[in-house]
């Protein structure tokens, strides 16, 4: 099957295929991902797609299989949400905040996600430059710009850091930042 006579295929069953996904997710993002998946295996096995009417038909066969296979994701999708639910609810609620904590939740998301990459994850600026899809000069700047970002919060809310200067790690303590 070639491009037109795929492109005419869809034209004809799009808007039949859109009613039966709507009919059976319960959302129209959902129908939506349904019915796109569908065209998306049906490109993929064009070859297999009988012609006329039988097209039609056949796309309601991958339809119906990816909207159950929609719908087992979504199941393993609750469950493993359920689940992590119970695991969250079983951890203690995070003590009253540090002042460090509240100067590094008002820095920007940016420099909140450097420092954190540096102090939580202990990443390397050759690794942040992986992670971030940027070279590691533009790493090097950008921390440099965020760490002086955050000192100058920290002076402002009146917090000495220069005494945390030598293990700049504890400062931003997990514990102390949830």
């Known amino acids: 099957m070639d491009e037109d ?4 295929v869809y034209a004809a069953t799009y808007k039949p295929l859109l009613g039966y996904a ?21 490109w993929r096995r064009a070859a297999e797609m009988p012609s006329g009417d039988e097209a039609r ?15 087992r994701g979504a199941r393993r999708h609750a469950i493993k949400t359920a689940a992590l639910r119970e695991e969250l609810a079983a951890v203690p609620p995070p003590r009253d905040r540090s ?6 939740g008002g820095l920007p998301d940016r420099d909140r996600e450097l420092l954190s990459l540096v102090a939580w994850e202990g990443l390397s600026n050759a ?5 971030l899809g940027c070279s590691r000069n533009a790493v090097s700047i950008r921390l440099h710009r ?8 920290m002076r402002a809310a009146g917090i000495d850091h220069s005494e945390n200067a030598a293990s700049a790690r504890p400062v931003l303590q997990r514990s102390e930042l949830t």
């Open 99 to 104: 002042d460090i904590a509240e100067v590094f």
């Open 22 to 42: 709507l009919r059976r997710c319960d959302s129209p993002e959902d129908a939506a991902d349904v019915v796109a998946e569908t065209f998306t295996v049906a």
């Open 127 to 131: 690794e942040i430059a992986t992670v």
């Open 146 to 153: 965020a760490r002086k970002r955050f000192a100058r919060a």
């Open 5 to 8: 006579e795929f492109a005419a």
């Open 57 to 71: 038909l056949w796309l309601y066969g991958v339809a119906r299989r990816v909207l159950a296979n929609h719908r």
